[in-house]
T-cell receptor, first 113, second 115 residues
Framework: KAGVTQTPRYLIKTRGQQVTLSCSPI?????VSWYQQTPGQGLQFLFE???????NKGNFPGRFSGRQFSNSRSEMNVSTLELGDSALYLC????????????FGPGTRLTVL | AQSVTQLDSHVSVSEGTPVLLRCNYS??????LFWYVQHPNKGLQLLLK??????LVKGINGFEAEFKKSETSFHLTKPSAHMSDAAEYFC?????????????FGIGTKLQVIP
């Protein structure tokens, strides 16, 4: 069974631009979570989607948004990029609401210049 | 409320010697505990998990961890370090309540293996 896939793997943007990252969960998994990883802040939870509904949200500004499609694929959007948004963005999927084991994708490395 | 403390940000061991990565947790409820490993420029890979069954948990690549409720600890060990073990390790506590999952990551411990 294929693992969690994320595209693109690397992105370079400039301040003020917007970006969309994509995540395809493991087949059959209905929950997708997004995390931001930076050297200074470590791993921080962004949001979780389950069956196309945002179930939980971390403490990030409204410039960070996401959505989930009916096939469980998820996208994350960051608008008006800032230098501090440079990070590794990780997506994780889990089977269902009662399952707490997450499977992570390889991440998207975003660099904001 | 829940929290995770990884007591060492860096650990250095010689190849072939034991590895000990320390993790203490705090949780209002019975938590699920995980250890993940992250190699450079890679995502997180699950090493092992504790979900209220056996307190000694065996994982992949020879790693194991022991859940000690009295000490609120979940330390990761391996009898003999290999060069390929050099990576960053994260201790994670999760709780599911009402379908919502709360996940808390430790700050990570970078393991260096010296040949």
């Amino acid at each position: 069974k294929a693992g969690v896939t994320q595209t693109p793997r690397y992105l370079i943007k400039t301040r003020g631009q917007q970006v969309t990252l994509s995540c395809s969960p493991i087949s059959g998994h209905r929950s997708v979570s997004w995390y931001q990883q930076t050297p200074g802040q470590g791993l921080q939870f962004l949001f979780e989607y389950f069956s196309e509904t945002q179930r939980n949200k971390g403490n990030f500004p409204g410039r960070f948004s996401g959505r989930q499609f009916s096939n469980s694929r998820s996208e994350m959007n960051v608008s008006t990029l800032e230098l501090g948004d440079s990070a590794l963005y990780l997506c994780a999927s889990r089977l269902a609401e009662t399952y707490n084991e997450q499977f992570f994708g390889p991440g998207t490395r975003l660099t904001v210049l | 409320a829940q929290s995770v403390t990884q007591l060492d940000s860096h650990v250095s061991v010689s190849e072939g010697t034991p590895v000990l990565l320390r993790c203490n947790y705090s949780s209002s409820y019975s938590p699920s505990l995980f250890w993940y490993v992250q190699h450079p420029n890679k995502g997180l890979q699950l090493l092992l998990k504790y979900t209220s069954a056996a307190t000694l948990v065996k994982g992949i690549n020879g790693f194991e961890a022991e859940f000690k409720k009295s000490e609120t600890s979940f330390h990761l060990t391996k009898p003999s370090a290999h060069m390929s073990d050099a990576a960053e390790y994260f201790c994670v506590v999760t709780m599911i309540s009402g379908g919502y999952q709360k996940v808390t990551f430790g700050i990570g411990t970078k393991l260096q293996v010296i040949p």
